[in-house]
């Protein structure tokens, strides 16, 4: 082989060299230049975890601080998901299956939910017996990518309490988590479902904190590199009065009871009860019941059996009635077509008007020709009288002298037919207030005779029966108004938001709504009217021997129903003391036949056990084993 052979080959050896490290130069520059991110993030994943410190969540007081949510520590069990693949996956969900009792498809569901963060821990379980977490600790060599950590769960100390205001914690679910995919949740955050826990979320939330750990290959925390504290959740503290809650719900209960085993209305069994303040529109207590406790729709092992159980229950305890429930308001209406006549001059205070109790078609009987025996009938009666009796014969009259056009624009006023503003979650309903045109829209696709308006519909409308439909929430409101001659503000229920330091980031201010118009005279027939159904009138043998020297002024309600349906609805609103009054009561029961029967003794009691405070001394209170001392 010649030299210049030699060279030739010596030059391609050197190229062929030159080329093998430009290639792996270039290799390298794109393992740790372009990819560089990506790869340093693999094997940090291998030793370096971020564990993410969950913030505690804020707690929920009530006016006098009496806490209604608030938080305990528990042992969450987490995953990471990217530890896991072949045959060691298949141990560890089987092994972890096994001792949480959950079944491979949950498991399956956790992993899935927490897939885009496969270096992050995925809690699979929260609030883990202390029994099970030793389990594991003693597994921990054959559970790779398995922690254990501590972390707060909420707690409802009140058991069932205000549980339609409080709402209840569960699981985020696939369409929250899509819609809130800015703020930083993972498929395994609980977060609030209804109420002010669904309603305040981003306050109460928090802001999540983390460490990053270097781990040994058994995912043992070696030593903590880096902590990021987490910020914990703002408080609320609302308007309500816990006592007075319970009394709400203990006074509901038990007289729905009563009547029940008294055998006078065997189907009532769901109502409400709602105390506030006319002076500003907060809200003290607000009862639905049947309710649900909160505890067990945000404990892991007992959310799902007990959601069915609710959720099969006739009565609807997750149905809050308070803000969503429709309803005529029968006679309790009575008052607003009593200043709507006044006001439009279609009768005076002195007017005195003759009732045979049968309506100017012939057609329609007053409860009292009704009644089984029947009872005199009402004779002359002026408005004052005709409001301490519940003359449907002179509100009939009163309601075609109005016209429908007039008593819907009066009702409007009043704030029937449109949300009271309260914040709520879910949000509450608007009810309904017909007039011509709503009927014909309603029924466009039937006959047109069923579109027309008819003046017994007017009639109907006038002593709250008909097509018209309120929520308990607005005809509180509207007797909130009738208190005030005049003004309704906006229900709240929260009074303000604060940080746990104590430092307030937010304060209710109370609104003005809307003004029922009303002279003092007629605001002074008007509730003089209402005084005598408490003491001489339909409401007057609930609150017999009232003990205290409070005058009450209210209205009875009983809404008939058509055949079939069952028993008449019972509601009893009033306020007092009627001069200068400091509380509005409005009690409903659905089934609870008449308004003096079921509702007006509710609103005695918690009228009593309210004035109790200020007229009796405390020992004396507590000596009469009421719930409010």
């Keep these: 082989m010649d030299n210049k052979t030699r060279v030739e080959r010596a030059r391609i050896l050197g190229w062929c060299i030159i080329l093998v490290f430009f290639l792996l130069s270039s290799r390298l520059w794109y393992l740790q230049v372009v990819q560089g991110q990506k790869y340093a993030a693999m094997a940090d994943g291998n030793r370096i975890r971020w564990v993410r410190t969950v913030a505690p969540r804020g707690r929920v007081f009530d006016r006098n601080g009496v806490a209604l949510a608030t938080n305990r520590a528990s042992f969450t069990v987490s995953l990471m998901p990217g530890s896991l693949d072949g045959e060691t996956r298949e141990h560890v969900l089987t092994r972890l299956s096994q001792l949480l009792c959950l079944t491979r498809d949950e498991l399956e569901d956790a992993i899935a939910k927490g897939i885009r963060y496969p270096y992050e821990p995925i809690r699979v379980m929260q609030d883990v017996p202390?029994?099970?977490?030793?389990a594991l600790e003693e597994r921990r060599f054959e559970l790779p990518g398995v922690l254990v950590e501590m972390e707060e769960v909420r707690e409802y100390p009140q058991g069932s309490l205000a549980s339609h205001v409080l709402g209840y914690m569960a699981p985020i679910s696939p369409g929250l988590l899509s819609a809130w995919s800015n703020r930083d949740y993972y498929g395994s955050d609980y977060v609030g479902f209804t109420g002010l826990e669904r309603l305040y979320e981003s306050i109460l939330r928090g802001q999540d904190g983390g460490s990053q750990v270097e781990v040994s290959a058994l995912n043992r925390p070696v030593q903590i590199l880096e902590r990021t504290p987490a910020i914990p959740g703002s408080d609320?503290?609302?308007?309500?009065?816990?006592?007075?809650?319970?009394?709400?719900?203990?006074?509901?209960?038990?007289?729905?009871?009563?009547?029940?085993?008294?055998?006078?209305?065997?189907?009532?069994?769901?109502?409400?009860?709602?105390?506030?303040?006319?002076?500003d529109g907060a809200i003290l207590a607000l009862a639905s019941m049947p309710g649900y406790d909160p505890n067990l729709l945000s404990d892991a092992a007992e959310r799902s059996a007990y959601y069915v159980e609710l959720s099969r229950d006739k009565e609807r305890p997750l149905f809050n009635r308070a803000i969503q429930g429709l309803y005529s308001p029968g006679s309790a209406f009575k008052p607003l077509t009593a200043i709507a006549a006044l006001e439009e001059g279609k009768t005076t205070v002195g007017e005195v008007f003759y009732a045979d109790d049968i309506g100017p078609f012939?057609?329609?009987r007053c409860w009292t020709l009704r009644?089984?025996?029947?009872?005199?009938?009402?004779?002359?009666?002026?408005?004052?009288?005709?409001?301490?009796?519940s003359c449907n014969d002179f509100f009939w009259e009163m309601g075609l002298r109005l016209g429908i056009d007039a008593l819907a624009k009066h009702s409007r006023e009043a704030g029937f037919g449109s949300p009271t503003g309260i914040v709520s979650y879910p949000s509450e309903e608007a009810g309904v207030v017909p007039d011509p045109e709503w009927k014909r829209q309603r029924f466009a696709r039937r006959p047109r005779s069923e579109q027309m308006w008819y003046p017994m519909e007017t009639m109907d409308m006038a002593i709250g029966q008909g097509f018209?439909?309120?929520?308990p929430l607005q005809m509180a409101a509207f007797?909130?108004?009738?208190?005030?001659?005049?003004?309704?503000?906006?229900?709240?229920?929260?009074?303000?938001?604060?940080?746990?330091?104590?430092?307030?980031?937010?304060?209710?201010?109370?609104?003005?709504?809307?003004?029922?118009?009303?002279?003092?005279?007629?605001?002074?027939?008007?509730?003089?009217?209402?005084?005598?159904?408490?003491?001489t009138g339909t409401g007057s043998s609930a609150f017999r021997r009232f003990p205290y020297p409070v005058k009450i002024a209210g209205k009875t309600g009983s809404v008939q129903l058509g055949p079939g349906q069952g028993d008449a609805h019972s509601w009893f609103c009033g306020f007092a003391p009627a001069d200068d009054p400091e509380i509005v009561v409005v009690a409903f029961a659905e089934h609870g036949g008449?308004?003096?029967?079921?509702?007006?003794?509710?609103?005695?009691?918690?009228?009593?056990?309210?004035?109790?405070?200020?007229?009796?001394?405390?020992?004396?209170a507590a000596a009469n084993g009421e719930r409010i001392e």
């Design 130 to 134: 202390a029994q099970t977490v030793v």
């Design 236 to 279: 609320l503290i609302l308007t309500l009065d816990r006592d007075l809650q319970d009394l709400a719900e203990y006074v509901l209960l038990d007289q729905l009871a009563e009547v029940r085993a008294a055998g006078k209305y065997p189907d009532t069994y769901s109502g409400v009860v709602i105390i506030l303040n006319p002076k």
């Design 362 to 364: 012939g057609i329609k």
């Design 371 to 389: 009644n089984n025996p029947p009872l005199a009938v009402h004779g002359n009666i002026t408005i004052v009288d005709a409001l301490e009796v």
């Design 468 to 471: 018209l439909l309120a929520t």
């Design 479 to 535: 007797y909130m108004g009738l208190a005030n001659r005049g003004p309704i503000y906006v229900p709240y229920i929260v009074e303000r938001v604060q940080r746990p330091t104590g430092e307030v980031v937010e304060v209710a201010e109370p609104k003005i709504a809307r003004m029922i118009s009303g002279s003092p005279a007629n605001w002074e027939a008007v509730i003089q009217g209402m005084v005598q159904v408490v003491e």
């Design 594 to 620: 008449g308004g003096a029967v079921t509702s007006g003794p509710m609103v005695r009691r918690i009228m009593e056990a309210y004035f109790r405070r200020q007229f009796e001394p405390e020992g004396e």
